[in-house]
């Protein structure tokens, strides 16, 4: 039960750090086409926050949708662990892979900067990047054959509610990253005085 707490926290984090990040890559974009900046890694960088906005908070929602539906008796313990394990595989996957670009863009910039918190981002960055992709390997093949065994199931309404969880997660990762990005690309006009900073590579 206390595992699964914890399991739930780090959900809810997720997906707050997610809609965060829409937020500022909504802003950040929106100041770009403002100062007119068409460089193409800011860009990237941006749109990669972006991209790995949606994969947290639908990692989160997964999460979250099939835990609850779990102990309100929607779903069996065999259904969670495919869910989870989808949401693992597919979701985790794209947070490593723009992570990488993220990472790699928070290097640079702190080698630029040389700023305490910049180097700071960069090695939290480089770190948690590390973890997921050694904790994704870990678990691939784990996660995999739970994702196999419930296909591979005759239970067809056990697969139907393995669906529109994760329907209903997408969805709901969708409207959130789309409000947030949208919020951060409106604030750019209510504050007198711009803080977002673009990538200090332009090329």
Same mark, same amino acid.
């Not at 749109?47 to 929602?61: K, M, V």
């Not at 067809?156 to 990005?181: E, H, P, T, W």
């Given at each position: 039960?206390?595992?699964?707490? %914890?399991?739930? $926290? +780090?959900?809810? &984090?997720? =997906?707050? @750090?997610? /809609?965060?990040?829409?937020?500022? #890559?909504? *802003? ?62 597919? %979701?985790?996957? $794209? +947070?490593?892979? &723009?992570? =990488?670009? @993220?990472? /790699?863009?928070?290097?640079?910039? #702190?080698? *630029? ?91």
């Amino acid at each position: 039960m206390d595992l699964n707490i %914890f399991y739930i $926290l +780090i959900a809810i &984090f997720n =997906i707050l @750090i997610s /809609i965060w990040n829409a937020y500022n #890559a909504g *802003k950040a974009l929106e100041y770009m086409k403002l100062n007119n900046i068409e460089s193409d890694w800011p860009r990237m960088v941006a749109y990669s926050a972006l991209i790995l906005s949606f994969a947290g908070a639908a990692y989160g929602n997964v999460s979250l949708l099939s835990i609850v539906a779990y102990y309100l008796g929607y779903i069996d313990i065999y259904t969670l662990l495919g869910v989870l394990s989808f949401s693992f595989l597919v %979701f985790g996957f $794209l +947070i490593i892979l &723009f992570g =990488i670009v @993220i990472t /790699i863009n928070s290097i640079i910039v #702190a080698s *630029k900067t040389k700023r305490f918190f910049d180097i700071f981002i960069a090695a939290y960055n480089s770190i948690a990047t590390i973890w997921n992709i050694y904790a994704y390997i870990r678990g691939f093949s784990i996660a995999f054959n739970i994702l196999k065994n419930q296909f591979s199931s005759e239970n067809r309404n056990s697969q139907g509610v393995f669906i529109l969880v994760v329907i209903a997660a997408v969805l709901i990762a969708v409207f959130m990253v789309y409000g947030a990005y949208k919020y951060g690309r409106a604030s750019v006009y209510k504050v007198e005085r711009l803080f977002v900073q673009p990538s200090p590579i332009e090329s």
